[in-house]
């Protein structure tokens, strides 16, 4: 009877630790499949010098990607991943550096953000055989994708939908919206955020005009003390929550908000340990994209010449419920109004200013029984 025990007692044994270390079927760790290349070398790329890779936004969503894609596959993140980072705001620059990672021995390229459209255009024919993934644009601001490209873009109008929506739920009346700059992506967020507080307005029956915007487009991405005065003065006048899709800006909409006793959104990452004064974040699935993409490289099945959309019908963006600080608005009524983004019950408009044309949202799109105050 002991001997049967002890070999029962092996064989559990045996059991618990093939399911925890064999098997998993992507094997290395649980992180990819047993055929992964992995003697592979990852970089990640800034487009300026005003680009930090520690960003708490777009970057760091990124880099963060590559981090946990190395590590769960127990690969050497100091070794295989590093950050290079543009001299100088020119297409030039960007080239050069990308030149710079590849001469490292980078395989495949990760370049966060829209600066990055001509260069890459530029980059993916001189280098052939190296990969390129840019996130939040198109090489050439409209493609072609060559065969070693992929882009990736993100349906912040939904993300940004989802943010304004549950702040009217949660009972707040005057918001606030700070773009940095007007370009597609920001551009999105914005109006997708007044058609989220509108739809939730209408789901409460407010009468019109209960809901009010101040919209402002900053005019870059970077902190700056006349920032934080405006944001300032919004909260003085009344305004309840500002959300800042304006990278490093927004960390002057969060030190005004301090000193208000106020909240703001966050953005593109979810930036609840920033401050406690963010109450939420519009986020885009940064790491979960730059995964897929780098999953499918070690696995020889990177398709290039594509241009990805991430929505919230494939895990593309959201709100992290978990750390967020509504005061009523719950998880249910977080993914039932999910779930009619996903199913197509909800359409988010994604109408963007003419070249040169009006940023004023009310000239855009439908605002709804919602009070628009553009601040130009």
Not at 108 to 125: E, K, N, R, W, Y
Request: charged share 15%; proline share 4%; aromatic share 10%.
């Amino acid at each position: 009877m002991k001997k049967l025990l002890a070999i029962l007692l092996t064989l559990t044994m045996v059991v618990v630790l093939v399911a925890a270390c064999g098997g998993s079927t992507n094997g290395n760790g649980g992180g990819g499949g047993s055929n992964e290349k992995t003697d592979i070398k990852i970089a990640l790329v800034a487009h300026g010098p005003d680009s930090i890779q520690f960003d708490g936004s777009f970057n760091e969503g990124a880099w963060n990607g590559i981090v946990d894609f190395l590590n769960k596959r127990n690969l050497n993140p100091r070794e295989q991943a590093n950050f290079f980072q543009a001299h100088d705001e020119t297409d030039e620059a960007r080239v050069d550096i990308m030149t710079d990672a590849i001469s490292w021995g980078a395989d495949i390229l990760i370049l966060p953000g829209f600066h990055f459209a001509m260069s890459v255009g530029t980059a993916q024919d001189l280098f052939p055989d190296t990969k390129f993934v840019i996130l939040d644009a198109r090489p050439n601001f409209g493609g072609p994708e060559a065969a070693n490209t992929v882009s990736i873009e993100y349906s912040e109008e939904e993300s940004g939908f989802l943010a304004g929506y549950a702040l009217v739920k949660d009972g707040f009346t005057d918001l606030g919206f700070m773009g940095g700059v007007a370009v597609p992506a920001v551009v999105r967020f914005g109006h997708g955020y007044i058609e989220g507080a509108a739809y939730a307005a209408n789901e409460l029956g407010l009468a019109p005009g209960t809901v009010t915007v101040n919209y402002h487009y900053i005019g870059n991405f970077l902190p700056n003390p006349a920032v934080t005065t405006m944001a300032a003065s919004w909260y003085a006048s009344g305004t309840q929550v500002i959300f800042s899709a304006a990278g490093g800006a927004g960390f002057s909409v969060i030190e005004a908000a301090e000193s208000a006793n106020t909240f703001v959104v966050g953005v593109d990452v979810d930036q609840a340990n920033d401050s406690p004064t963010v109450i939420t974040s519009a986020m885009k699935a940064l790491a979960v994209s730059v995964d897929d993409m780098l999953t499918d490289f070690v696995n020889d099945n990177f398709q290039g010449g594509r241009n990805l959309m991430y929505n919230a019908a494939n895990r593309g963006i959201g709100l992290p419920m978990a750390t967020s600080r509504f005061r009523t608005f719950s998880l249910d009524d977080y993914n039932a109004i999910l779930a009619k983004l996903v199913d197509g019950s909800i359409t988010v408009t994604k109408v963007l200013p003419d070249d040169g044309g009006s940023t004023n949202p009310n000239d855009l799109i439908d605002v709804g029984s919602v009070t628009v105050t553009f601040i130009n």
